[in-house]
């Protein structure tokens, strides 16, 4: 199964909302991206107080939380995630340990 097929069927499998920022046609087989671009997921992870909160689609409404998952015509060569919400105990921290990015054609 290519990959892209592989990616539409676990986020229909799961509910994910990767597809709210992705056109349809580029999950569809024989549409989108085939040669034309690159699929680039971000997973960014913040701690705060022992908690993980994990996000991997753009958010433009808080751009302390948001990440570079998208399609572009070139693959993404580092992890693009939001600052997070700051430095002190109670606040969202960017926890790089846990976070990572991906690509596909």
Known sequence: MP????????AAAT????LGAVPASAVEPG?????T??????QCAYNSQNQILTTLLPNSNT????TGTG??????????????????ATDWELF?????????T
Request: proline letters at 7%; aromatic letters at 4%; one cysteine or more.
């Open 37 to 42: 671009g690159f699929l680039n997921i971000h």
């Open 31 to 35: 549409g989108g991206l085939s040669g």
């Open 63 to 66: 751009p302390a939380f948001t």
């Open 15 to 18: 509910g994910a909302l990767l």
């Open 71 to 88: 399609v572009t015509p070139a693959p993404d060569t580092a992890l693009n995630c939001g600052p997070g919400t700051g430095t002190t």
């Open 3 to 10: 990959r892209l097929a592989r990616l539409a069927a676990v």
């Open 96 to 104: 790089a340990l846990d976070s990572g990015s991906s690509r596909t």
